[in-house]
């Protein structure tokens, strides 16, 4: 036994036997309280499983997919070659490299109308770690953070997971999932410290008007809470719907507000993890201290295919756009010819929330088991609205080719047809 051992295993037994002392370790080996909160991504994890059916030779249709189908554009997969190529690998500065967070400032002026110095940027290892950390350092325990439902699941997550409460203000397919300015008033209470507003949104992909951002904004300002704007769907709006940034509304909404984006959706860069925040410089120094004790910086080189991709060719993103709005047409009106399935159709990402209640009942009896029979009877692949806080329908990630679509949503009539 090593000097020091018996202090170290205070917790175990001591025996003296012929063979002189051994020691049995007696203590119970526990997680901490906040591991059992967590729960594993359902949205990753129907992924996966529909992405391994199909690899097994499954003819599954995926309408699960939270990523862009498209690879990432040449000249940014070029730009991370060039950096490795030249030996750009190693620590950057915590909170991204300079040229990176000069070009998140100059786009998030040119095109979100937000007015922030490199210096309030911080750079991540994508979104979903820049809204933890966000968490993280707004709420302490208690905290009540007011959610637009149905939402990303995560957001709950990283609430729960800071110490805080999640507090739901609901909407429905009725008003677009546009909230009411009257029911988010409602919820602030004493303990509101926060409130994210995802928009366009995942998973209905509603675009806030500008006049309930205001109102939201103006709700900010009295009661004296933060804004987490995360959109990183931004770029991916249709049909000419206007998307708003919540910081270019007023000097005193930016300074509450925290704006979240990042590359994954507008340039197909899922794998690469780069998302950023933009924040009042306090918040940017609390973020970048815990991220200094956490992760580092975001992968060097990935973040020079990030510099690239933030000065491309706005053709190549127009492509990407434009496709997904044809597939959103595409997508809503097949559905709308299924009887008794109401829906919103998106102003924006890549997601569409029908209702399929009508269908519920019996042995599928709720949005859970008709994602399960639609996987197993049709072999089509949805994430359940329950998710999302959204029982009762299921979100299609139109993510897929137009002829998986054709595919997916008939089999999905021809299933639904089979439960009356
Ligand atoms: N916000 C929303 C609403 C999302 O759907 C996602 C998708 N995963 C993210 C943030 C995070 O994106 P990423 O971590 O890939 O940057
Ligand atoms: N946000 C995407 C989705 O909702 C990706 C999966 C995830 O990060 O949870 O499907």
Redesign the pocket.
């Known amino acids: 036994m090593e000097p020091g051992a018996l202090g170290r295993w205070h917790l175990a037994r001591a025996h003296y036997s012929s063979r002189g002392y051994t020691l049995d370790l007696v203590a119970t080996l526990t997680l901490s309280s906040r591991a059992s909160l967590l729960k594993p991504s359902p ?1 990753l994890s129907i992924t996966a499983k529909a992405n391994a059916l199909k690899a097994e030779g499954a003819d599954v249709v995926s309408f699960a997919a ?2 862009p189908d498209f690879d990432t554009p040449d000249a940014i997969k070029d730009a991370a070659v060039r950096a490795l190529a030249a030996g750009f690998t190693k620590y950057t500065p915590t909170s991204g490299i300079k040229d990176l967070k000069e070009a998140i400032v100059a786009k998030l002026a040119r095109e979100n109308g937000v007015s922030v110095t490199p210096e309030q940027v911080v750079v991540s290892a ?6 933890y950390e966000i968490m993280q350092i707004l709420l302490d325990p208690g905290d009540e953070v007011l959610l637009i439902a149905p939402y ?1 699941m ?1 957001y709950a997550e990283q609430i729960r997971l800071a110490g805080g409460e999640p507090v739901v203000v609901q909407t429905t397919g009725q008003t677009g999932f546009i909230p009411s300015i009257d029911d988010i008033r409602e919820a602030i209470s004493s303990r509101t410290k926060a409130i994210i507003v ?1 928009s366009p ?2 998973p209905t992909g509603a675009v806030f008007p500008r006049d309930t951002l205001e109102g939201l904004a103006a709700l900010a300002n009295r009661h004296g809470f933060w804004i987490v704007s ?1 959109e ?2 931004e770029r991916l709006v249709y049909g000419g719907i206007e998307q708003v940034s919540i910081a270019s509304l007023d000097r005193e909404t930016a300074e509450r507000t925290i704006t ?1 984006n ?4 507008t340039f197909a860069m ?1 794998g690469w ?3 950023y925040l933009a924040a009042p410089t306090q918040v940017a120094k609390a973020v970048t201290n815990l991220q200094d004790q956490m992760t580092s910086n975001a992968t060097s080189f990935a973040q020079k295919g990030a510099v690239q991709a933030l000065k491309l060719d706005p053709a190549e993103v127009e492509k990407m756009r434009s496709e997904f709005e044809a597939r959103r047409d595409l997508v809503a009106g097949l559905l709308s010819e299924i009887p008794r399935v109401p829906i919103t159709v998106p102003g924006g990402a890549f997601y569409i929330l029908p209702d399929f209640s009508a269908y519920l009942g019996g042995q599928v009896a709720t949005d859970l088991d008709l994602a399960g029979y639609l996987l197993d009877e049709a072999q089509v692949a949805t994430v359940p609205g329950s998710v999302f806080e959204a029982p009762g329908h299921l979100r299609l990630s139109y993510a897929a080719s137009r002829t998986d679509i054709q595919k997916g949503v008939a089999r999905i009539r021809e299933a639904l047809s089979k439960l009356q």
Not at 126 to 131: F, N, P
Not at 262 to 265: A, F, L
Request: with cysteine; charged share 20%; hydrophobic share 25%.
């Open positions: 949205t939270g990523e994508g979104a979903k770690l820049s809204v990303w995560t995802n949104c995942n995360d990183i769907y979240v990042g590359c994954s959706k899922t993890r780069i998302g």
